[in-house]
């Protein structure tokens, strides 16, 4: 968005910045802390947390500050925001209850967590900006019901794929075309990958095998796609969606299904397309005007249109998102009410039973993409919480596992918000039909 520059320009130059805490100081916490700190205009880093504190230290001398302090209360945390230090919290609550700062970043993959400290911020009144696709996907659209109770922001990043996808989904709407397909460019996709099978190219790229796997067996793309789904009103047209593989993005519009596009379309990916990176958009217009002028910018004869942006950089075009949250209240994604897709956990080989699984990026188990009201039917369990859950019975290979497979682990807060998302728009969709 072009008006975020004079924004922040303005709030740079009377001296209010927007004041930003970190929870995690892994491979994206590390990088949007370090473009912070640049510093980015019209905002700043106030404080990091990082469950082993030595990390998020050496993040901050990474971006030329020493002697940082560690902060232990909140009345601590106020007074160093407004001398404008930054500093290492010892309790990412701490984040959400300061009273000087405007923006959480959730960047970590942690379910339970990213649900203790999201709960709290939008509680405390505090604008969200989730990393955490696991979080989003689970529990996205009941965390919304809270930050509009609170009257705040909870939003998903630009620069990751369901970002870049949704502001080209509302772009091609605010110029009159009908978006039919939205989704991810993908490189590999294997189910059955491991952290064992991804341990040297995750050591390569400086990430953990875990979330290397998590890329490379669907889940995430999978997460990312419910993200999306969620925040266009888009399904899957199929269990897993279609996948085609595709040269170029460009190509794209002749590989789905016309009927399936014109009967309410669906969120989706392409294998192997150049430009390898970055989100597409089908868009949809029968306009003869629309058509000869497209034609003549090179875009096709129609009526199916392929937008796609060819990049996404997360750790940079988080600071859009930040602005936006913060300054317009305008989120780069939100849940637009009851969840639309879901995340199935699926058995990643034979399980057996008194097996623990280990949920995004492990061994056990993958994700798969389906219609919410599909998954809530069958009664399966969402990828998002099978970390921990233990099994009742044998499970075979590629199976989706229900609730009634496992025993979940006790008192966790993200099954009660996953509970509480299920009683709510249920709720609303019984009182709908009644009235």
């Given amino acids: 968005m072009v008006i975020v520059d004079t924004a922040l320009e303005r709030r740079e130059k009377e001296g209010q910045p927007i004041r930003v805490g970190i929870v995690g100081a892994g491979y994206m916490g590390r990088a949007v802390a370090l473009q912070l700190l640049k510093p980015a205009v019209g905002m700043r880093l106030a404080a990091i947390y990082n469950r082993t504190a030595c990390k998020a230290e050496h993040t901050l001398h990474e971006g030329g500050l020493s002697n940082v302090r560690k902060i232990a209360s909140v009345d601590q945390l106020d007074e160093a925001v407004s001398r404008g230090e930054v500093s290492i919290v010892e309790d990412p609550l701490l984040l ?15 379910m339970e967590c990213g649900a203790r400290v999201v709960l709290s911020a ?77 341990k040297a190219f995750a050591e390569r790229v400086k990430q953990s095998p875990e979330m290397i796997t998590s890329f490379a067996d669907g889940t995430k793309l999978s997460m990312e796609c419910t993200i999306l789904a969620n925040s266009t009103g888009l399904g899957v047209a199929k269990r897993g969606m279609y996948g085609p593989k595709c040269s170029h993005v460009k190509d794209c519009a002749g590989l789905f299904p016309k009927e399936k596009l014109l009967n309410g379309g669906f969120v989706d990916f392409l294998l192997g397309a150049e430009p390898h990176t970055g989100a597409f958009v089908i868009g949809y217009s029968e306009n003869r ?27 940079v075009q988080v600071l859009t998102t930040i602005a936006r949250a913060a300054v317009f ?23 057996k039973a008194a097996e623990k699984l280990d949920g995004i990026g492990g061994f056990t188990c993958y994700g798969v993409i389906e219609n919410a009201d599909v998954a809530q039917k069958e009664s399966i369990l969402p990828m998002g919480l099978s970390d921990g859950c233990r099994l009742k ?4 290979k590629d199976q989706p ?27 609303l969709e019984c009182a709908q039909r009644s009235s």
């Fill in 96 to 110: 959400c209850g300061a009273r000087n700062i405007d923006v959480v970043i959730d960047a970590t993959s942690d």
């Fill in 122 to 198: 939008l509680e405390h009144r505090k604008h969200v900006v989730l990393f955490n696709a696991c979080l989003d996907a689970t529990v996205g659209p009941i965390l919304k019901t809270y930050a509009d109770r609170n009257g705040v922001v909870i939003t998903y990043t630009d620069g990751d794929e369901p970002g870049v996808a949704t502001n080209l989904f509302r772009f091609v709407k605010t110029i009159g075309y009908r978006p039919l397909a939205a989704g991810n460019l993908k490189g590999l996709l294997d189910p059955y990958r491991t952290p064992a099978t991804q």
């Fill in 289 to 315: 005007i629309d058509k000869e002028y497209m034609n003549f910018f090179k875009m096709g004869d129609g009526p199916f249109y392929v937008f796609y942006t060819p990049y996404h950089l997360p750790q």
């Fill in 329 to 351: 209240h305008d989120p780069t994604t939100s849940p637009i009410g009851k969840p639309v897709c879901d995340v199935l956990t699926v058995a990643k080989r034979d399980l």
């Fill in 393 to 396: 019975r044998d499970v075979s």
């Fill in 401 to 427: 596992l229900t609730y009634s497979d496992v025993e979940l682990p006790p008192g966790r807060l993200c099954d009660k918000l996953r509970a509480e998302q299920n009683r709510h728009f249920n709720a």
